[in-house]
């Protein structure tokens, strides 16, 4: 698949930020406060942790430097994370009058940025076009949590396709944060959109194995929404197993991901 301009990744991302904004700005305060099927994450938990590296990532374009000070201090802080502590300090449309203003913030410092950057972050240091990419998998992944909470269909869109292309990405991330030997071998994914295009990465004959199946599906595996036993994604082959098991698009420690409701299913 060819990549896609800087500017539509912006307006991507912009239209994430509006799907998911619509979907909290009617609700009470108490819908605000309820648990979300992240363990210990409320609604308000999951829109302060994006306005809080929406904050950092708008710094992380701006100011390097003073973005990898701050870096070291949050990580220096852990295992506490201070990523939701505004959120518990103010009301829900106060958080979201705070979150409107730093995504813009972000947006404007992304339209001015170096296309040709590299962008520091928690990980390894991207280009543009992929550290904007994962600010909208991240957005998209804490909206399936407020989507789920609130019992609310998620109509898929083609912005499905950078998630997915971010979960292809991190194969390689993903094995080495869950400690499973790397492995080089190529793999086959091919998905279909929201339209019934195909999507597709690496060679029909790779050596690897395969993954195929629903876009959405897999989005949601890669994000660790939906736990790999209860979708219908076809996964053949060794290397190609040994990745969908633990797959991750975010940076960060392994993330518990979600209980199978279907135990006895088996893939490939």
Known sequence: MGSPSIASVVDDLIAEHAELDVLVAGIDEELWRSDTPAAGWTIADSIGHLDFFDERARLALVDPAAFAADRDRLMASAPHDPSTDFA?????????DHWRDQRSKLVGAA???DPDARVPWYGPAMSL???LTARLMETWAHGQDVFDTLGRDRQPSGRLRHVCHIGVQARPYSLMINRRPGDSSEIFVSLTGPDGTDWTWGSPTAPGGRVVGDALEFALVVVQRRNLGDTALVVEGESARNWMDVAQAFAGPPGP???TSNPTRRNG
């Open 257 to 259: 991901g979600r209980e």
């Open 88 to 96: 518990r300090s103010v009301t829900g449309s106060e958080l979201l």
């Open 129 to 131: 076009r992929s550290f």
């Open 111 to 113: 339209l001015s940025a």
